[in-house]
């Protein structure tokens, strides 16, 4: 993603300048690491005290689509251009493709899609060729999966080549951009048969390597992204996720507005008593804040799902089966797990002494 392009605007505001260039800036905060947990697997933990109220992590989307009703009409759409994202509501004048693609793809300013040519170029025939007969035959959901599995794709496609003296060193510890997208969870073998082969389905009519979409890459590598896709990325809302205790009366998270992949933040593993929060800030990008006192050697997790609408364990492990296909295994599900009848001291084994 260009940085120096937006300062060569025909005429921007001072305003849109600044936030265009603070929105570059992503932040992992010095006392996180990364380790790896049995079960859940890569996870993030507090080296040091982290205090309440401290940000966290702020990450910017490696792909984002917006998830509106009627985009046409509705203010909640959001900038295509990847380094703005902002919402765009119809009073304030919005730039369509030249192409008309699709309503949902629009941009906040003509400096915006003019910076997003490229980015955009990579999906627009995609998408006018099948947008409307996706959604027509497989129905919302598959339609926006698809889409960003091309924006995942078409950020790849025009991520610059590391620079000699811009390589992340290997002290630090969170991977970013296309390498933090290639190391997510999510292999074929851990989803279901029958998904799979649905998948492939998808894939095959719709996403093959071809001069619709040049993406280089085999039908196992897209499968395979497809995976990493669904186990990691986000619903956006407009307010936090995972204020625990729930607030007395719960306040919900209000609609989702648009879905996205972020490379370090899919790092963090769920809990049903989280000790951060998360939510979108306006560029789009994802803001954890501690909502407690993290101490150190803890695991830092988010709540996956709004906490006021699923609170007992099995409402709480059936809804994530559901939806995010594991069985959860924090802190709060285990302890509230009943105990088993062989779980008692008649069963346990002798101890030598
Ligand atoms: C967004 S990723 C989180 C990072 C992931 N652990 C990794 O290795 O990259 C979501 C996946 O992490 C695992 N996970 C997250 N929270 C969990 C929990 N509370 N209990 C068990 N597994 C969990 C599940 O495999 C889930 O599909």
Same mark, same amino acid.
């Given at each position: 993603?260009?940085?120096?392009?937006?300062?060569?605007?025909?005429?921007?505001?001072?305003?849109?300048?600044?936030?265009?260039?603070?929105?570059?800036?992503?932040?992992?905060?010095?006392?996180?690491?990364?380790?790896?947990?049995?079960?859940?697997?890569?996870?993030?933990?507090? !080296?040091?005290?982290?205090?309440?109220?401290?940000?966290?992590?702020?990450?910017?989307?490696?792909?984002?689509?917006?998830?509106?009703?009627?985009?046409?009409?509705?203010?909640?759409?959001?900038?295509?251009?990847?380094?703005?994202?902002?919402?765009?509501?119809?009073? !304030?004048?919005?730039?369509?493709?030249?192409?008309?693609?699709?309503?949902?793809?629009?941009?906040?300013?003509?400096?915006?899609?003019?910076?997003?040519?490229?980015?955009?170029?990579?999906?627009?025939?995609?998408?006018?060729?099948?947008?409307?007969?996706?959604?027509?035959?497989?129905?919302?959901?598959?339609?926006?999966?698809?889409?960003?599995?091309?924006?995942?794709?078409?950020?790849?496609?025009?991520?610059?080549?590391?620079?000699?003296?811009?390589?992340?060193?290997?002290?630090?510890?969170?991977?970013?951009?296309?390498?933090?997208?290639?190391?997510?969870?999510?292999?074929?073998?851990?989803?279901?048969? @029958?998904?799979?082969?649905?998948?492939?389905?998808?894939?095959?009519?719709?996403?093959?390597?071809?001069?619709?979409?040049?993406?280089?890459?085999?039908?196992?590598?897209?499968?395979?992204?497809?995976?990493?896709?669904?186990?990691?990325?986000?619903?956006?809302?407009?307010?936090?996720?995972?204020?625990?205790?729930?607030?007395?009366?719960?306040?919900?998270?209000?609609?989702?507005?648009?879905?996205?992949?972020?490379?370090?933040?899919?790092?963090?593993?769920?809990?049903?008593?989280?000790?951060?929060?998360?939510?979108?800030? @306006?560029?789009?990008?994802?803001?954890?804040?501690?909502?407690?006192?993290?101490?150190?050697?803890?695991?830092?997790?988010?709540?996956?799902?709004?906490?006021?609408?699923?609170?007992?364990?099995?409402?709480?492990?059936?809804?994530?089966?559901?939806?995010?296909?594991?069985?959860?295994?924090?802190?709060?599900?285990?302890?509230?797990?009943?105990?088993?009848?062989?779980?008692?001291?008649?069963?346990?084994?002798?101890?030598?002494?």
């Amino acid at each position: 993603m260009s940085q120096v392009v937006y300062i060569t605007l025909e005429q921007p505001t001072p305003n849109h300048i600044e936030y265009i260039l603070k929105s570059q800036t992503d932040w992992i905060h010095p006392h996180l690491i990364e380790s790896v947990d049995p079960v859940k697997g890569r996870q993030i933990r507090a !080296s040091e005290h982290i205090p309440k109220g401290t940000c966290v992590l702020i990450d910017h989307p490696y792909a984002i689509i917006p998830v509106v009703d009627d985009p046409a009409t509705n203010d909640d759409l959001i900038c295509s251009n990847p380094a703005c994202n902002r919402r765009s509501p119809r009073h !304030s004048g919005r730039f369509s493709c030249s192409n008309s693609c699709i309503a949902d793809v629009a941009w906040c300013s003509s400096a915006c899609r003019d910076a997003d040519k490229a980015r955009h170029d990579f999906e627009c025939t995609w998408l006018k060729r099948y947008a409307d007969p996706i959604r027509k035959k497989w129905g919302e959901y598959d339609f926006g999966m698809l889409w960003v599995i091309v924006r995942l794709l078409a950020s790849r496609h025009t991520e610059p080549e590391p620079q000699k003296d811009n390589v992340v060193p290997t002290s630090q510890r969170l991977k970013r951009g296309w390498a933090g997208i290639e190391s997510l969870c999510g292999s074929v073998d851990t989803w279901p048969h @029958e998904q799979v082969r649905s998948w492939t389905t998808l894939l095959k009519k719709y996403l093959q390597n071809s001069p619709v979409l040049p993406h280089g890459f085999s039908s196992d590598q897209v499968l395979h992204l497809v995976c990493q896709e669904e186990a990691n990325s986000f619903g956006l809302y407009p307010r936090e996720t995972g204020i625990f205790p729930p607030p007395q009366p719960a306040v919900d998270r209000g609609e989702q507005f648009a879905a996205a992949v972020y490379p370090t933040a899919a790092m963090a593993n769920h809990s049903c008593v989280p000790n951060m929060t998360h939510k979108p800030d @306006e560029d789009g990008r994802m803001i954890f804040t501690a909502s407690r006192d993290i101490l150190p050697g803890q695991e830092c997790c988010i709540s996956y799902f709004d906490l006021t609408k699923y609170t007992d364990l099995a409402s709480r492990r059936e809804h994530l089966r559901k939806s995010f296909k594991f069985t959860c295994q924090c802190d709060r599900c285990t302890s509230e797990e009943p105990v088993e009848e062989n779980d008692d001291w008649t069963s346990m084994p002798m101890m030598d002494l």
